[in-house]
């Protein structure tokens, strides 16, 4: 069993923190921070609880548990680059991902089987696409990985609906208003992944050199591929 010695431990951190009253009900600077440790506490103690009754139970080993773990986190935007890159080299290819993701993944020997649907979407001259999920944290994991913070915060989730140019500025980026901007919901049963624009410059490179060129945040739709250039600058850093 998971226990605690603080009784106050999982209360929240505005009735610990300004519990005397006092009229002091104002959120201290790095308050969000104390909340995300809070928050983290509790979940940790919730999962651990969770794996111990499956334990107990005998539904789960803690080996079948740790593999689990490893899997997830085995993924990475590396697998994803590897197809764009693929799409990118590759026009017939291309049209087979756009017609049919999953059969086109299982093509490079890639199992996407845990995406119900998988939808992958061109970004051109003319349209852009941008993915979120509204509800949750819905995202292609096994192509990308996990999603990052900013994904699946509530302020993204809103605004890249309500102000989907918006969301993308304040990330660091903005589409051309002459480029439709076109925003696809994430769902539990359909996942999107974003083929960004191949970058002037890399006619004639490899399908393995252009894979650098990928960014995860490319593949979300809220980035451009790298250019050249960028890559040689070693740019490229990830959005949180
Ligand atoms: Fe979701």
Known sequence: MVT?????????????SHGNGGGHDHD???APVERIEHDLDYFQVRVLALAE??????IL???EMRRAV???YSKTPAIGSRVVARSWADPAFKERL????????????????????????????EVHYMVVCTLCS???RPLLGQPPTWYKSFPYRSKAVADPRGALKDLGYEVPEDIE??????TADCRYLILPRRPAGTEGWSEEKLTALVTRDSMIGVGNALTPAEFEAGSGALLG
């Open 98 to 125: 756009l017609e049919n993701a999953a059969a086109a993944c299982d093509e490079m020997e890639i199992n996407t089987s845990g995406i119900n649907h998988l939808v992958a979407l061109e970004n051109t001259e």
């Open 181 to 186: 901007l076109r925003v696809v919901d994430s």
């Open 28 to 30: 201290h600077a790095d």
């Open 70 to 72: 490893e899997d997830i």
């Open 138 to 140: 819905c995202y292609p």
């Open 4 to 16: 605690t010695n603080d009784p106050n431990k999982y209360q929240s951190h505005k009735s610990r």
């Open 53 to 58: 009754i499956l334990k107990e139970k005998g």
């Open 61 to 63: 080993t803690t080996d």
